[in-house]
């Protein structure tokens, strides 16, 4: 005994007790395994009158009394886009099966931004009142391993910013913050009280880059998996819901003249050049989606509402062609404003040069799927244009992708859901307060936002 006595002393000193690996506080992991719906239809509510009975209510099959659960009310399950008849058939038949959406369910579950308004209601630290969580960013706390004898170390780190096919979200306990990248400067995290769920918690220097880089992360994500629901979809030969195309050289030029989008359902415009060659090897970057680590200068954002001369904003609002004769009118034309989609820059909005390749190999993926859904055959360019037959120029396809959502495109594809998360950068860059942060923009009382960067000062 006295020989071993030293010699765990020494392993415990060496080798720290507790886990090895960083673990996410909470009780439990979020599980976002199939509930099970518990709707039942209820049964008719019986006559408590004595008029005609002859036995006393305790003593029917369906009584409300004894029997009181089967007149509790329940929600039935939300609808689906589309409902299999094979997934039906395997259903349980005294299980709810969800049912289909209707054509005006699936018209607002296209629309991106009734998606947002409608996702969960969170309450955000940093502004102090409830907005839905696709404008919000969720951060839980992580337990770091440390040595043993020393104080806990938690770190907040952004989670279920990816899509949950790829990354499932990690902790229970969560905190939830402004989708603006200057609340995330060094300066202003220094001001932020801890959250209770972490009273202890610190926010890393390189948080703001971590998030706008899961950001764009997930726009690559949801591009993948537009490719693969073109890919593994019922094939059209005929004319089917376009999704995504390359507006032509003349309806680009068209858009810059006018600033009007050639299409009523168009709910975002992405102009994403291929790369350039890099002139010392005269190579195109390979496309990667790897983050890249900053200098400790580029570290503190700037301001997002400012930018430098000369480069190119992240996104411009163009308004979007009506069908309805000049001589008719909106009726909701004088309270409604005229809908705007957003032209999104590929050079600024991903400055990385090999994640730029990797969103235009992304797109092209996707309009190389586009065109097999339709004839079947893959194409051997990925530039849109007519194979074996001599077009103009301005017939050629641009630079410029338009993005489409709509009640029939929801049958094949979810557009909107890479339409929210171009809008998310698009807030997470601050081009959604640009111009607007003095006035509030389309945030009721938003001059909280000013006032926050002026104290910052």
Known sequence: MPRLLPRLVKKLKETPLGRSSPRHLGNGKHDPSRRRSVYQPIPERPSYSVAGRVQSILLDDHSPVTNSRAYIRHKAPSPHVLVSPGKIATENAESYISREMTAQEREWWSSPYLRMLSSPIRWCSISRRHMPSDFLI????????????????????????????????????????????????????SRIVPPRAAPKGIFHKLLATQIGHFLRLRIIQELQLLEDRLSHGIRHKGKAATILRRLTRAEFEDLRETGVVPHQDAVAVMVVPPVNRVPSTGKRPIASIEPEIPSNDQIIPTASYSHCRGQLPLSTLHRVQCDLPEEEEHPFSSIVPAAKVPLYNGLTMFPSAPQRAMLHKALCKVLDAERRSRSGQSSAGSNGNRQGKSICSSERGSHAFLLISNERTAKRADSAALAIALWRLRMWEGDAYRGQVCSGGWEVDGDWRMSYLQRSV
């Not at 979200?169 to 300066?187: E, H, V």
């Open 138 to 189: 969720r951060l839980t706390p992580l337990q770091l391993p440390v040595p043993r004898g020393t104080k806990p170390l938690q770190v907040w780190m952004p989670d279920g910013l990816q899509h949950p096919k790829f990354r499932r979200r990690n902790g229970q306990l969560a905190t939830y913050m402004t989708c603006w990248k200057d609340i995330f400067s060094p300066t202003n995290l």
